[in-house]
């Protein structure tokens, strides 16, 4: 199996995490993902470490192998004529292009969208900027920390209000690659209807908003503000972390009918004052929770989580990520894969979040491609470009 993106050529200019993540997922579904990068120094990630591993003269970023399965490498100086030549080739022969670089960069280089659709309608293009490509702030860089402050993340995650956390991954680059990818696959569909590519705009600001959920709805519809509150959901009680003889674990008790069977099993009245309906549980939220914790207290995981699956009550422990790749469970939905490396040799990465059908392959592809070294594929892309280039020649 090829993957549904089998055919589909895709140009990434990006670095960084939240281009190349889009890149990675397009890549992942079978298209062929050509990363251009500059000589000398690559992608930013590739020096994102430590972790490094590999040769000591040479090493090898972690941070980069996350974001860069499934593609090819080429080196391009975007300001040398080689490169701008070479780069109007690869532009005319695709299908999607990526780019994230400020707002007005590619139109300096000479690649504005009036150009790029000048040189191939077809094109679909990607843009993925900080906090969007126009408005009062559209030009500032994007970071995914700062990001996660100003769209808000922040002030609803940590122990309370006065300690604003960041989100242990940069899930605003994450989000907008996702919300980018998302937006391609669309453009491509469209493109069969209209004969034309168009440009997808995302950001990181767009993208952490577009998940507040019913945060967000909280403020626009009822003009409450939500804080941080820990670990403990702001609609819905009990569900979150609570403690018990031996560590941790989280429930969620998410309707009334959970609540009395969770009630019935941890010898507790449903009915208790303050605690008879989830709005009542929501105000009362410390009682409740340490009702649990006082249920919880003398019994150990490996007693209480059968204890809750046979009552219906969802429940899980907190794992570490050691933990969480050599979990049967996560193995046996493909997400951990085996790729070549170039340097490495066989290694692990973490792998896609989909599956089709009854295929036993992670993503849509039987074989993954392991992040590229840089400029590995000068010679073949540049062949692929001879003979693309021959064809038009010749028809």
Known sequence: MTGPLDGTTVIDLTRALAGPHAGMMLGDLGARVIKVETPGGGDDTRGWGPPFVGPEDDPISTYFLSCNRNKESITLDLKSEDGVATLTRLVTHADVLLENFRPGVLDRLGFSVERLHELNPRLVILSISGFGHDGPEGGRAGYDQIAQGEAGLMSLTGPDPDHPTRVGVPIGDLLAGMYGAYGVVAA?????????????????????VGVHAFQGTRYTVAGEVGRAQGNHHPSICPYGLFSCADGMLQIAVGSEGLWRKFCTAFGLDPDAEGMATNRERVGNRDAVVDAVNAAFADRKLAELLPALAAAGIPAGEVRTLDRVYEWEQTRSQGLVIDVDHPVLGTVQLPGPPLRFDDNLYAGGRAEHLAPPALGQHNASVR???DERDAEGTAS
């Open 188 to 208: 491509l569909h469209e493109r069969t209807t209209t004969g034309r590519g168009r440009v997808v705009r995302t950001s990181l600001l767009a993208a952490i």
């Open 383 to 385: 062949a692929w470009l």
